[in-house]
């Protein structure tokens, strides 16, 4: 077993057949109602969230997806590529 040294002199084991983590990231659409806030992901059919608080519905989809991706894991499903992006317009 082969050890990694990190610049600070900690030494970690790399495993051989550990896999790369993949970081991807998703668009998260945020909207105020008149009771609330809500947040949805369009990558992601289902991910919905609502609360009586931005800062609560934004904890609140960040563990959707979580879930969301989990369980997609756990069942052998593919993770969908992020495909949506936003655009802000200034008129």
């Known amino acids: 077993m082969s050890t990694l040294i990190v610049e600070d002199g900690n030494e970690f084991p790399v495993l051989a057949d550990a896999q790369p983590v993949l ?4 668009l998260v659409v ?4 008149q009771s609330g806030w809500g947040a ?3 990558d992601l059919d289902g991910v919905v969230a609502a609360a009586d608080t931005e800062a609560e519905v934004c904890s609140l989809i960040s563990e959707a997806v979580e879930l969301h991706l989990q369980g997609l894991r756990d069942d052998n499903e593919p993770i969908p590529e992020p495909t949506s992006h936003a655009h802000w317009v200034t008129v």
Request: aromatic fraction near 18%.
């Open 40 to 42: 949805y992901v369009p």
């Open 30 to 33: 945020i909207e105020r109602g």
């Open 23 to 26: 970081r991807l990231g998703f």
